[in-house]
């Protein structure tokens, strides 16, 4: 086994242990800083839906009645909770085992991509927006929030110091901009908005047609 394989293997048993409890874990910052930004997000997704690392299902509650969504996570424990979340929430979901940076759909699937607070903490972002890209149709919408280097430069700083036991340990970044890689893929951002310090970003960008 590779050294990437082994580290992917550590950091997905790292979630599974986590997923009994994440949700009681996340329930303070959840309240405070993320819930309104799960709102934001999955109220403007429209049809075929996709979301990317779906977790314990936190967006599930905030999806319009009338899409058809679908979802993958790579812990199977966090995915055990998500079925059960939709479920409890009379929610049909395609929600299955898959890696974000190697989507199992074909291309130009789906209306509308989500993924939120994830893109921190997976290991090749960039591809991993690639693939969002790839499987989402042209003039589709891309729907992103995620934790990012504050715009406050003290803050930016701790950040920075936190990244360096954060990303060894837990694979976790903390300052990452997945904006810049957003507009390099050549999508048109039409809502964008930063929180709590600039810590939190959402956006919702567009696919171009050509």
């Not at 790839?134 to 701790?158: E, K, N, Q």
Request: net charge positive; with cysteine.
């Amino acid at each position: 086994m590779s050294a990437t394989s082994r580290r992917d293997a550590r950091l997905r048993r790292n979630w599974d242990n986590q997923a009994a409890s994440y949700d009681s874990t996340m329930a303070r910052t959840e309240n405070r800083h993320l819930a309104s930004s799960r709102s934001w997000l999955c109220g403007q997704a429209v049809g075929a839906t996709l979301e990317v690392a779906v977790g314990t299902g936190r967006n599930l509650a905030y999806y319009p009645d009338d899409i058809r969504l679908a979802g993958v996570e790579w812990s199977t424990s966090m995915l055990a909770v998500a079925r059960r979340r939709a479920e409890a929430l009379g929610r049909s979901a395609d929600l299955r085992h898959g890696d974000a940076q190697d989507l199992a759909f074909p291309d130009a699937h789906f209306d509308t991509v989500v993924c939120t607070y994830a893109l921190c903490g997976i290991r090749d972002d960039v591809r991993a927006l690639a693939e969002m890209a790839r499987v989402l149709r042209p003039g589709g919408l891309l729907l992103l929030a995620d934790h990012v280097g504050s715009s406050v430069w003290p803050v930016w700083a701790i950040q920075l110091l936190v990244d360096a036991v954060s990303i060894p340990l837990q694979g976790e970044h903390y300052r990452r901009r997945p904006l810049r890689h957003v507009r390099a893929l050549g999508f048109e951002v039409e809502r964008h908005e930063r929180t709590s310090l600039g810590i939190i970003e959402m956006l919702a960008a567009r696919k171009p047609i050509a």
